[in-house]
């Protein structure tokens, strides 16, 4: 039995399981998802968006959909991969499990829990009912399968007037319980008007079992809201990601989206924004560090419906070994959308003749007042930038990781949290083999 | 301390330096003059150690060591210096960040500890100063938007941090208005000594009127044409180039 088949003979018993009686509306998106998934099943290098990006080797293994067993850790040996420097509400999953143990939630002044809880309970049914799966594509059969699986994730509802005084870490971990676990984390974040949130997320095995992650998460942004969200993948070599996020952004209000991209086998992230009002802005930043055969894919998709609209994206990628990167940026500005702003970037080094990288920019224009830009360079290392780095008595080594970390400066530069920015830098020395010589 | 024999250099098929013979001794500051494509830069950063250039015949030796197979960094770690004439930007690094990098790797290349962090702000502290570098300036990314006058001041305060035996001033007086010439000028004499030795590259005789070379030597066409005290900078300055080739 292959993946697809096996999770079609398991939505049942799934459905069964998890609904209830105030779930009416959730049941029927995730039917309406489970037969669009049935009926188009995992996408192939014969669709378009995912010409370069096989999945092949992801969907071949016999994955565990529901593991049974309950594995408990301690915080000591899983605090490095939170930002333990800094207070923050914690949401965090074993096996896709939630671990109260691990977490730190709140319902005070705002909600910040669990998928699963809000899901079930009638005082959050107007919510979902109006949330829920909206802004997802409906095109997109992957995503339609986390729908169909969705139960568990986090859910953060901030009411309007509130600047949370500290950040939200999702952690989902993976112990190995199962030779190869298949997990569908679901999340929804909805942001009221002038309030501000930052949000750090990570997918983290902690042993190398095979694992495969098909994460949603969908983000209402009111007028004039600020959310940060960052996301931290630097996995196993045998954890596979596909990562959705979907924004829908409403006037004057500010979505960043920071992707830093270094570990895992394979990684898709699909990152659509959605502008609904005028004077937004969408801010997309990635910077991707990998070697050996690994794959990352950064999808975006920005559409700019409203007039007076900024987006900007900067993507930095840096591939060693036989790594692949691929870079898809597709920018819509529709007719109604004049004087829109919107800057792309795409820069890639590749480090060996081995990686590849596939960059494609789409603009779609259909208004005529607009100042659209984008950029893609691949290139390598300047021999008069190390040559001077090395006439000052830096060795080559740590002269190329020096220009590497220069070159996605600009995209770490925009982290707001800096305790986050010193964990994201010191994770690029490690991941560039060095240590950088000086404090940050 | 520098001694150049026969050096013979090309890049690609191309061949730059076609028999260079220089004597620097420790104490010495030599100037190299001479028209554009001399040679003056090649021969800089050949004797730096850059590796798109290959030495094709002749040898380059500091104080008795032949620096034929030692890479850049472990040229500099002997104690060679050379100042860029258009240094990289590298955002995201700062002054300070960058040079406490190579200070401690230059430690490290012979065995010491890392300097300790007050004795390396003292340090830093004294050469700004004798730079008229303000502390503003030493956060500022390495490069990054300097203005011509910034980035030579900037070369000779890492020059002043490394105490190198042997500095190679490449063009450090283009781009310079006269306070600014005066100030890099200052800094430079100070640090001379008689256990060090300085090379300055230039085209024009104005900034030796501020640093008094003992030997001035011309470049043409890949060699050295005609050698002499200081005042055959003023000879070069009245009547050219044309009458040495």
Known sequence: MNLKEKLITSFLAFENKVSTDTETTVHDTRSKAFSHFEKNGFPTRKDEEWKYTPLKSVLKHDYTLFPTT??????????EYFIHEIDSYKIVFIDGVYSS??????????????????LKKPKYKMVIDHYFDKITSKNDSVTSLNTAFSNEGAYIHIPKN???????????FSTGSEAQLMLQPRSLVIVGENSHVQIVERH??????????NSVTEIFAAKRAIVDYYKIQNDKKTASLIDSTYVQQKQQSIVSVNTFSFGGNFTRNNLEFHQ?????????????????KQLVDNHTLVNHNYPNCESHELYKGIYADKSTGVFNGKVIVKQAAQKTNAYQQNNNIIIDDGATINTKPQLEIFADDVKCSHGCTIGQLDEDALFYLRSRGIPKKEAEALLLYAFANDALEKIKIPELKTRITKLIANKLGVELGFEL | MLEIKNLHATIGDKEI??????????????????????????????IAGKEEYEVTKGTITLNNEDL??????????????????YPIEIPGVSVTNFIKTAINETRKASGQEDLPAKDMLKKIREKAELLEIDRKFLSRSLNEGFSGGETKRNEIFQMAMLEPKLAILDETDSGLDIDALKVVANGVNKLKSKDNAVILI???????????????????????????????????????YDWLK
Do not use: W
């Not at chain 1, 509130?162 to 989902?172: A, R």
């Not at chain 1, 095995?205 to 694992?211: A, D, I, P």
């Open chain 1, 70 to 79: 309950n594995t408990a850790i301690e915080f000591a040996t899983v605090k």
């Open chain 1, 162 to 172: 509130t600047v949370l005084p500290k950040p939200i870490q999702i952690i989902h």
């Open chain 2, 68 to 85: 034929e197979d030692l890479a850049p960094e472990e040229r500099a770690h002997k104690g060679i210096f050379l100042s860029f004439q």
């Open chain 2, 202 to 240: 230039t085209h024009y005789q104005r900034l030796l009127d501020y640093i008094v070379p003992d030997f001035v030597h011309v470049l043409h066409n890949g060699k050295i044409v005609k050698s002499g005290g200081k005042e055959l900078a003023h000879e070069l300055e009245a009547k050219g």
């Open chain 1, 276 to 292: 609904e009002g005028e004077h937004i802005d969408s801010i997309l930043n990635g910077i991707t560090i990998i070697g050996d």
């Open chain 2, 17 to 46: 330096l076609k028999g260079i013979n220089l004597n620097v001794k420790a104490g010495e500051v030599h100037a190299i003059m001479g028209p554009n494509g001399s040679g003056k830069s090649t021969l800089a950063t050949v």
């Open chain 1, 204 to 213: 983290q095995s902690l042993t190398n079992n095979v694992v495969f992650t």
């Open chain 1, 101 to 118: 143990y691990l977490s730190e939630t709140t319902h005070d002044g705002c909600d910040i829990c669990l998928m699963s809880s809000s």
